[in-house]
C-alpha cells in the first residue's frame, strides 16, 4: 500500500509538471488486455495464456523528433493457469494373479489443474524511439517496476504444484523488461490514437522454491495528447534530402518459416517445422541505397519428431517406457537482425541482405500425441496422449547465428515499396540448455541440436515524412 | 498489394494463434487376461488340471471381447492340451482341459493373445507342479514348506506334520496339508508318536498333547512342568516313555502316557548334557545320548543313575535297531557311522561322508521296509539295507541343504531343507 501511495504521488507530480511545462510533453491513456506468459516454469504440462486487463496512463517527454522518454503508471491483472496430465511412467500391475480374480479397475489419470492470479501496478521507464511516417512509427524499451497489490491461487492436490500452497511466499516486488511497439495515428493536431504490442518479463522469482518468473504480452489501444501543436513541432525543421535514400523508414514483414534441426545423430527422426514470422525492421540509411537493418521479428521455429522415444522433445532411448511420439516442437523467438542491405543494381529492385542476428526465446513448447503400448505380464494397454508440455526450462534463452536473404523490391501505389525476399537463417548455438539437459538425461548432451530456417517474407515499407 | 499484404498478415496470426488442446491421456485399449485356476497348485504327472481351465479377458472398455484370438501351448512339460486356438466368447472366456506330462516337475500352459488384425497383444501364463515318483520334487511354498515335525501312523493311515505353530494331517495327496482345528491344539510347536500310535503334541507354551485315537480327539496331559510357560523338549522312546526336558528345569519322563511324572537324574546332572535321545536296550537298561558333544549314557535304574560311555571322536548321535545294535553319528572325519554290538562298550567305524558343514542331528535314521534312509545334514540321504555293512550303503540323495527327514504313512520321502523353506518329496514307485 506504500508502494501504491507512492506511485500515485508520483505520477501526479509527473503531471503537473507536464503542465507547467508542455512544449515537449505527451501524456496518453492506454486500455487493453494482456495475455499471460510465465517464465522459468519447469518442464511439463500446459501454461494457458490467460487473458487480463491492462490500463495505463503514459506520460512522455520528447527531446526530439525521434527520441524520448516515457514513464506512467500501469494497472493490470495477470493470471496463470496450468494444466498438466499424470504420465505413467511404470508398467501397471493389475494383482491379476488368479488369487484375486476380480474385474480390473481402469487406471486413472489425473487432470491437475491449478490457478493464480496477480494484480499489478507498474511504473515503467522506457526510451521511447519515434519513426516518422504516414503512420508513426515507435518503439520502446526499458525497465518496468511491478508491485504485486494481490493474488490468488488454487493448488491443486498434485505434487508438482505443491509449493503454490504457501500464499505467503509470493514475492510482491518485480523488476523486469518491457518492449513495445506500435503505430500511433494522429486525430488532430494535439490527439493520437495508438495501438501498442507490448512484451513484458520480470527478472526475480516470485515464489521461493520456484524459478518462475512473470510475464505476459500486452496489446493496448491509447489516446494521447500532445501538449505541443504538431505544426509547431515541425515549424523548424532540419533540412532533409528529398530522397528516400536518406530517410528513416520501417519496414512491416510478415512470412513464413520452415526450419529444421541438425542434430548429429539420429536426423533420420526429425522432420522440419513451418511456423510464422512477423515483425518490423527500421532502415537506417548509410548512403549510396546502402542501409542498415534492424528491428524485432516474431519467428516461430523448430522441428517435428516422429519416431519411437522415452522424450517427446528429443529421441531418446534408455531402456525405459518408450512411446510412438509425434510431435512439434515449437520455440517463439523475438530476432532481433544486424544486417545490411545492399542493392544489386538500381533501387528499388533486387538486394541482398546479410548479417548477424540475436534471437530471444519468448515460450517453447512441445505439442502432438504419444501413442503407448503396454504388454506387461497378462496385461495389454494402448494409450493415447495428448501432449502439451512447456519446455522452456530445457531451451536456451538465446540464440545467434547468421542470414542471408535475397530479394526485390518494388514501388506500388508510388509511394510503397513492397519487398518479396527469400532468407535462409543459421543457429549457432545448441537449442538446448545443457545444464538443465544433463540432469534430465545425462546422455542426451552429447547431441547438440542446431536450428536452420529458410524464410519467405513480404514486406512493405510505409511512405515516411508524411506527418 | 495491400491486400496481399493484409492476406499474409493475416495468415501468419492465425498460424501463431494455433491452438493446441490440453494435455491429456485417454485408453484405448486395456485387456487383462488371466487364467481362473491358481497358480502354483500342486498335480501328479499325468493327471488332469481341474476338470477344465477357463481363460478370461477383462476389461472395462466397450471392446468386443470375442474379437480376441488366443492360441494355447505347452511352455514347459509335456502335456497335452484339448484347445490349440479359438476366439473369445462374448464373454470374453475360452475353455480347455490340460492333461500334464511327465517331463518336468515345472509345467506351464501358455496363451498367446492376438487381435483380429493378427497384432499380438500379450501372452500369459498358468504355471503348476507336477509330482512324480522316484524322484524328489520340492515345495517351497504352502504349509508344508515350513514344517518342523512329522509323524506317521502305518496302521491308521494317517500322517500329521507341525507347521508354523500349527497342526496339519496330511491330505489325499501327499503334498497336501490341511490345517486341524482344536481347542486343545494351541501353537503346537513339536509331535512324536510312540509304538503304541499315541501321538504327542508340545506347545509353545509348555503344554503337552496327546490323541489315542489317530488325531481324532486331543486331550491335555499333565503339564510337565507346571510352572513354565515356555516351550518344552519332547522324546518318546522306543519303550512309550515321554521324557520331556527343559534347560532350567531336570529331565522328566512318564510312564502312563502324560498322566504323571517323574524327576530323573538327582545325581549324574544328564540334564546339563542337553536334550537327546534315550532308547531301552532289551535287558532294561537305558541309553541316553545327549543333545550335547561325546554324552553317551547307560542307566540300569531306570534313570536314576547314569554310567558315561566313551565315544569315538565327537559324537552327537545314536540310533538303536530292533537287534541292539548300537549306531552312532560322530564328527570325525567328516561324519562318521560308527556301529557297538556290546551295548556301547566298543565302537566299529562304518561308514564316512564329508558334509559340507555341520550341525546338530534331527531324525537321521528313518526306517521304511527293509531299507534304512540316513539323513546327514549338509551332505544328503544315504540309503542302505544293513546301517551296520559298509557295502550297502548307497547315495540316496545329494543335497547339501538337508537337515530334517521324514517319511510318511505311505512312505513318501519329505526331507527338509536348513536354510529355505522348502521340502523335498520323494514317492518310490517300487
Known sequence: MKNFKLSIILLLLLLCYSVSYSQSFTTGITSGINFSDIHGQDVGGKWCSKPGPSEGLSLGYSFNKSIGIQTGIGFSTVSYEHKNQYYQYVPINYYLSSMYPYPIIDPIYYQGGSYMDFSFVRIPLLVAVTVPSAVQFNMRAGLLFSFAKGHGSNPNYYYYNSYYSDYKDFTKNDFGFLFSSGVSYPLSDRIDLSLNLNYITGRKKFMEYSAMRHGSSEITIGVNYNFIKKNKLNSNPEPQSDSSAHRVTVTYSAGLNYSWSTFESGSDKYSPLSGPSLGFSVNIPLGHEVYFLTGVTFERKGYALKDSSESFYRYQERGGQEYLVDTKIITDYAVIPFLISLPLGKSPGVFFNTGPWLGLKLNSRTVGLAYNEINSGSVYRYTKNVVYDDIEKVINNYDIGWLFSGGVSFLVFNNYKVDLSAQFSAGFRDLFEKKVLSDIDPASIEQKMRLRTMSLHLGITLPSGKR | ?430
Not at chain 2, 498489394?1 to 491452438?19: D, G, H, N, Q, V
Not at chain 2, 471392446?63 to 479359438?86: E, K, R
Not at chain 2, 520321502?413 to 523353506?421: D, E, V, W, Y
Request: glycine share 8%; hydrophobic share 35%; proline share 3%.
Open chain 2, 1 to 430: 498489394m495491400k491486400k496481399a499484404f493484409l492476406f499474409l498478415s493475416l495468415l501468419c496470426l492465425i498460424i501463431s494463434c494455433e491452438r493446441y488442446p490440453d494435455p491429456s491421456i485417454s485408453v484405448l485399449k486395456d485387456y487383462s487376461f488371466t487364467f481362473q485356476t491358481t497358480q502354483g497348485n500342486k498335480y501328479f504327472q499325468g493327471e488332469w488340471v481341474g476338470d477344465s481351465i477357463l481363460f478370461k479377458a477383462y476389461t472395462n472398455h466397450s471392446q468386443v471381447a470375442d474379437s480376441i484370438y488366443v492360441l494355447f501351448d505347452i511352455q514347459l512339460g509335456d502335456g497335452t492340451i484339448t484347445v490349440q486356438s479359438a476366439y473369445m466368447n462374448t464373454f470374453g472366456e475360452v475353455s480347455l482341459k490340460w492333461r500334464l506330462g511327465t517331463g518336468s516337475f515345472d509345467q506351464k500352459l501358455r496363451a498367446r493373445i492376438y487381435d483380429l488384425s493378427g497384432k499380438y497383444l500379450t501372452s500369459a501364463t498358468l504355471a503348476v507342479y507336477a509330482y512324480r515318483n522316484d524322484g524328489w520334487d520340492p515345495s517351497a511354498s504352502g504349509p508344508d514348506a515350513g514344517m518342523s515335525g512329522l509323524v506317521a501312523d502305518t496302521v491308521n493311515k494317517v500322517t500329521y506334520m507341525v507347521s508354523n505353530n500349527t497342526l496339519y494331517r496330511q491330505g489325499e495327496k501327499y503334498f497336501i496339508w490341511n490345517a486341524v482345528t482344536d481347542a486343545n491344539v494351541i501353537s503346537p510347536r513339536t509331535i512324536n508318536i510312540d509304538r503304541n500310535r499315541v501321538i504327542y503334541i508340545s506347545t509353545w507354551s509348555g503344554e503337552l498333547i496327546k490323541s489315542t485315537d489317530h488325531g481324532l480327539s486331543w486331550d491335555k496331559c499333565t503339564k510337565p512342568y507346571p510352572d513354565r510357560s515356555e516351550y518344552i523338549y519332547v522324546y518318546v522312546s522306543n519303550d512309550n516313555y515321554v521324557w520331556v526336558y527343559a534347560w532350567d528345569h531336570k529331565t522328566r519322563y512318564s510312564a502312563d502316557g502324560g498322566s504323571t511324572w517323574t524327576d530323573i537324574d538327582p545325581q549324574s546332572g544328564i540334564t546339563a548334557q542337553g536334550f537327546g535321545n534315550i532308547f531301552r536296550l532289551k535287558d532294561g537298561s537305558l541309553l541316553y545320548h545327549g543333545g550335547n558333544c561325546c554324552n553317551l549314557n547307560r542307566s540300569f535304574d531306570n534313570g536314576l543313575t547314569w554310567t558315561k560311555l566313551t565315544t569315538p571322536g565327537f559324537s552327537n548321535k545314536i540310533y538303536v535297531n530292533d537287534k541292539d545294535e548300537i549306531f552312532l553319528c560322530s564328527q570325525s572325519g567328516g561324519t562318521t557311522i560308527y556301529k557297538s554290538t556290546d551295548y556301547g562298550l566298543t565302537f566299529t567305524s562304518v561308514y564316512s561322508v564329508f558334509p559340507q558343514w555341520n550341525t546338530s542331528m534331527e531324525n537321521t535314521f528313518n526306517k521304511w521296509g527293509h531299507f534304512y534312509y540316513i539323513l546327514i545334514p549338509g551332505y544328503g540321504i544315504l540309503k542302505t539295507s544293513d546301517p551296520g555293512n559298509p557295502d550297502s550303503y548307497t547315495e540316496f540323495y545329494r543335497n547339501s541343504d538337508l537337515f530334517n527327514l521324514f517319511i510318511d504313512h505311505n512312505g513318501v520321502l519329505i526331507a527338509k531343507t536348513l536354510s529355505t523353506n522348502t521340502v523335498f518329496y520323494y514317492k518310490n514307485s517300487r
